[in-house]
C-alpha cells in the first residue's frame, strides 16, 4: 500500500486569500447577476446596475485586502490587544514564523498584503473607468474577466513557486486577452486581441521550455530551495553550463513578452490601441505590475546566485542581458513613441519606455548588496507609474466616448472646456517625464540612484552608470511626445466635436491619480518605506534548505538577511491607506521612523517597544518552511 | 532494465520537437496553423518535464511528483489556450473574413 | 529493445510534427498533430507515466484536436486548403531559426553539468529503478508510479491547491469570455467599421 505521509496545508491559511477569493465568487456573481436579470434593462441601466453590483465587489474586496493586510500587523504591535480579540489558536498562527502559506506555494508577507491592495485600488479605478461609455455588449463577462483578472495578478505577485507562478500567469493573460477584444462592434479590438493572444501563447510556450530545463538542472520549483541549490554551487553552476543559459535565456523571453520589453515588445502598441481604453489601462499597469514583481521574485530570489557568476559583464548571468535589454528597450520605446499620433499608441510605447527604466532598477538589484531597497525602489516606481498611466488612459476613454477617436490632436481646447482635468493630466504628463516634485521624479530617482549605489570597485558599476546616463537622456527625449500631449490641450483650439463634461468615471479615475502623483511627491519617502517593507519578504530566503546528497561546506552562499531599517505601525499604515485613497480618512500624525540612512532618514520615534518589524521578524528565525517540516520523513535524493 | 534509454534521448526529442513548433510559429501565416504549432511546444515541453521527473532526483520540498503536476496544469492550459483561440479567431474571421494574420490590416504595426 | 521503441516512436512523432507544420492543407496537418500527440503519449508510457499518457489521449486528442477540426472548419470549409501558406520566403528564415535552435538546445543538453553531486543529463543513462510489483519498501517514486492517480490527487490537493483552484477558475474563465467573444450578435454592422473604427487607427503612423 502506498504510504504517503498525510501532508495538508493550514486550512487557516485560507484567510490570507480572502481578497483573491472575494474577486472571484463575485465575479461569478455579477456575469450570474447580469446574465439572469440585467438583461431586460435598456443599456444604460443595465450598464450602470451591474457595474455598481461590481464596484460593491471591489468594496469588499478591498475591505478583505486591509483585512489581510492589518490583522497580523495589529496582533504584532498590540499583542495584550489582540489577545483578548482572537482566540489562542488564531494568534499563535497570527505569530508564525512563516511568511509563506499553502505548503510554501504562495506567500503571505507584507509583500502580498501590500500588492493585493494596489491591485484592488487599480481595478476599482479601472471599474469605475469602463462605466463611462459603452463599448461592449457583454457586461457581465466583461466585468467578470477583470476581476478574475485581477486574482490571476495577485497571485503571481504572491507565488513562491513556479507552478503556481505559471498558472496564476496563464489565468491573468488569458483574461487579458479575452477583454481586449471584447469591444466587438469594432475591429482593431479583435486584431489587438488575436496579436496579444498569439504573442503571449507563444511567450508561453518559451517561458514554460525554459521552467523546464530549470527544473531538470535542479529538481524543485521553489525559488528558495532553487536559490539555495544554485548558491555556491560552484564549478557546477552557471558558468560552462549552456543548459542553464539556455534556462534564464527562454525564461527572460517569457517575462520579456509581458512586461514588454524590446525585442519581444511587438504586440504592446496593437494591443493598447486596440482593446477598449480600461482594457489598456488594466494590461499597461496591472499586468505590468504583477509581472514585474513576479520576475524580481524569479531572477533576484531564485535565479539571484546566477547574476553575474563569473564577475565579468560579459561573462556568463543574466545582468549583462538585462542591462542590454534595459538599454534598449527606453531607447528604443521612447524615439518609436516620438512619431506616434494615437493617445493610446504613444502611451503603448511610452510604457515600453517605462519597462525599460523599470529593468534598470531590477538590474541594480541583481547587483545590490542592499536587495530591499533596491526593490523597493523598483516597486515604488511601478505603483506610481500605473496610477499615472490609469490616469492618462482615462483620458483616452474620455476622447473615445465623446470623439470616437483617440487621437492626440482630438485633445485640443481641453484646457478651455475643462481647465480642471486639462491641470491634472497636465500634472500626469509632467509625472511621467519625471519632472522634480512629482512622484514620477522620485521614482526615477530612486531607481537610478539604486542602480549608481553599487559597490565600489565593482566590476559593473560602469555599466550600470551608462545605464543611468543613457535613462536620464531618454528621460529628456520623452519630454518631447508628452508635451505634444500638452500643446494640443493648451494651445490648440478645439476642432471637431466638443468634449462633453467628463462624469464620474472619468473626472474620478484622472483626480484620483493625480492625487497620488501629487501627494507621494513630498511624501514619497513614506510610501518608499511601505515598499521597502515589501519588498523585504519578498527576496530573503526564510526556509533553510535541507542539503542535498551530502552536507558540503557552501562557501559563496549569500543569504540575505533582512535588515529592520523601517518601523512603521498601524496608525502609518492607516495614514498610507487614506493617502491612497485620494485623501479621506483619519490623519495620522507618526512619521516613518527609519533607522538607518536611506531615502526615508527622518527619524522620528513610533512606538518602537510595540512596533514589531513584521517581515524582517517573520524571515529572519525562520526554521524551515511548512512543506519541508511535512515532508521531512522523507530522505531527499532518494527514490 | 538493462539498456534503458538515456536521459538525453527525451530531452533532444523535446528539443526538436519545440523547433518545429518554432518553425511553424515563425512560417505559418495562418491562425489555426499558429495555434497547432504551439501546442507542438507545450508538448514538447512536458516531454522534458516528465523525463526530468522520471529520471532526475525528488526533493522533499517540491513532493514526489513537481514535475507531473506541472504537466497536468500545462495540459489544461492548452485546453483554455485552445478554446480562447478559436474564440478569438472567429471573431476575427467574422470581422475580416480571413483567418491569415498579415490581413488584419486595422491597426498599423 | 526498449531503445529501438524509443527510436521509432520518436521519430514518428517528429515526423508527424514537421508534417503539422509544413502541410499546406489545414486538416491534413490537424490529423498529423493527432498523430504527433499520441506518439508523446506513447512517450509518457514509455516514462511510466500512464495516467498522463491517459490524459493525454483524453484532452489533447479528445478535445483540443477537435477543437482546432472546428476552427478550421468554421473559416476554411471542409476542405481546409491553405494556399497561402508557406510561401518560400518566409519558409527558408524559419527552418533556419528553428535549426540553429535546435542546435543550441542539443548543445546545451549535452554539456550541462549536475548541479552539486548530481550526474550530468547527458551521463543520465537509466533511470533510478524501482522494484515492480507491489512489494518492496515504500518510496515516494515508486508510490507515485504504482498510484499515479492517487499521488496527483494527494498533491493537488495539499501541497498545489492553489494552482489547482486557479486552474479551475482560468477554464471557467476561458469558458465564459470563449462564448463571449464567439457567439453571434448582429450588433457588428458595416457602416461602424468603416468610417469611425477604422481609418483613425489606419492613419495613426506606423513605426514598426
Known sequence: MPSTPPISFDPRDVFFITPQVVLAVWGLVVLLADLALARRLAETARRQVVGKLALVGVGLALAAALAVMLVPLFARAFPEDASAWFRRRTLDYLFENDPTIFLGTIAGDLETGT???????????????????????????????????TVGMMFLSAAEEFITLFVALETMTICLYLATSLEKARRRSAEGGLKYFVYGSVSSALFLFGLSYLYGITGTTQFNAIHGLLAGAGESGLAGNPAGMMAILL?????????????????????????PAPVAAWVATGSKIASFVAFMKVFANALLPWASPGGNILGPGWIGVLALIAAVTMTYGNFAALAQRNLKRMLAYSSIAHSGYILVGVAALGLSTDGARAAGAVLF??????????????????????????????????????????????????????????????????????????????????????????????????????????????????????????????????????????????????LMSVMQAAAAPMLTVPATVPPLDAPRPRPGKVVRKPVPR?????????????????????????????????????????????????????????????????????????? | ??????????????????????????????????????????????????????????????????????????????????????GLILLCYRRFKAADVDQYDTLSG | MLRNLFLVISTLGLACALATVLSRNLVRAGLWLVAFFFCVACLFVLLEAEFLAALQVLVYIGAVSILLMFGIMLTRGVQGTDPTSNPSARLAPGLVAGGVLFLLLSYGISRERGLRTQRSWATTGERPAIEPGTEGPSTPRRDAINNMGKALGVELMSRYVIAFELAGLL??????????????????????????????????????
Not at chain 1, 471599474?127 to 478574475?148: D, R, V
Not at chain 1, 545605464?467 to 520623452?478: D, H, Q, R, T
Not at chain 2, 507542438?40 to 503536476?69: C, H, K, S, T
Open chain 1, 115 to 149: 500588492f493585493n491592495l494596489v491591485f484592488v485600488l487599480l481595478l476599482g479605478l479601472v471599474t469605475w473607468l469602463s462605466l463611462a461609455w459603452k463599448f461592449t455588449e457583454e457586461w457581465g463577462e466583461y466585468l467578470a474577466l477583470l476581476f478574475w483578472a
Open chain 1, 251 to 275: 525564461i527572460l523571453a517569457g517575462f520579456g513578452f509581458k512586461i514588454a520589453a524590446v525585442p519581444f515588445h511587438q504586440w504592446a502598441p496593437d494591443v493598447y490601441e486596440g482593446a
Open chain 1, 381 to 526: 516606481y511601478l505603483v506610481v507609474y500605473s496610477f499615472a498611466n490609469v490616469g492618462a488612459f482615462a483620458a483616452a476613454a474620455w476622447l473615445m466616448r465623446d470623439r470616437e477617436n483617440d487621437n492626440i490632436d482630438d485633445l485640443s481646447g481641453l484646457a478651455r472646456e475643462q481647465p480642471l482635468l486639462a491641470v491634472c493630466i497636465l500634472f500626469l504628463m509632467l509625472s511621467l517625464i519625471g519632472i522634480p516634485p512629482l512622484a514620477g521624479f522620485f521614482g526615477k530617482l530612486y531607481v537610478f540612484m539604486e542602480a549608481l549605489n553599487q559597490p565600489s570597485g565593482s566590476p559593473h558599476a560602469v555599466t550600470l552608470i551608462w545605464l543611468v546616463a543613457l535613462g536620464l537622456f531618454n528621460s529628456v527625449v520623452s519630454a518631447f511626445y508628452y508635451v505634444r500631449v500638452l500643446r494640443a490641450m493648451f494651445l490648440r483650439d478645439a476642432t471637431g466635436r466638443r468634449l462633453a463634461p467628463a462624469d464620474t468615471p472619468v473626472g474620478l479615475s484622472i483626480l484620483a491619480a493625480t492625487a497620488v502623483v501629487i501627494v507621494f511627491g513630498p511624501f514619497s519617502d513614506s
Open chain 1, 566 to 639: 523601517f518601523e512603521y505601525s498601524k496608525e502609518e499604515m492607516e495614514r498610507m491607506r487614506s493617502m491612497a485613497n485620494g485623501g479621506a480618512g483619519p490623519p495620522g500624525g507618526v512619521r516613518p521612523a527609519a533607522k538607518s540612512a536611506g531615502p526615508s532618514a527622518k527619524a522620528k520615534n513610533a512606538p518602537a517597544s510595540k512596533t514589531e518589524n513584521a517581515p524582517a521578524s517573520k524571515a529572519n528565525n525562520a526554521p524551515a518552511s511548512k512543506g519541508a517540516l511535512g515532508d521531512s520523513t522523507r530522505t531527499p535524493g532518494q527514490n
Open chain 2, 1 to 86: 532494465m538493462e539498456s534503458d534509454i538515456p536521459l538525453d534521448w527525451f530531452l533532444l526529442f523535446a528539443a526538436a520537437a519545440f523547433a518545429i513548433g518554432l518553425i511553424g510559429v515563425l512560417t505559418r501565416k495562418n491562425a489555426i496553423a499558429v495555434l497547432m504549432a504551439i501546442e507542438i511546444m507545450l508538448n514538447a515541453a512536458n516531454v522534458n518535464l516528465v523525463a526530468f521527473w522520471r529520471y532526475g532526483p525528488l526533493r522533499p520540498e517540491a513532493g514526489p511528483i513537481p514535475g507531473l503536476v506541472l504537466a497536468v496544469m500545462v495540459l489544461t492550459v492548452a485546453a483554455a489556450e485552445v478554446a480562447v483561440g478559436i
Open chain 3, 171 to 208: 477554464l471557467t474563465a476561458a469558458l465564459v469570455g470563449a462564448i463571449a467573444v464567439a457567439h453571434r450578435e448582429e450588433a457588428f454592422e458595416p457602416s461602424s467599421k468603416g468610417a469611425p473604427a477604422s481609418s483613425p487607427a489606419a492613419e495613426s503612423a506606423s513605426v514598426a
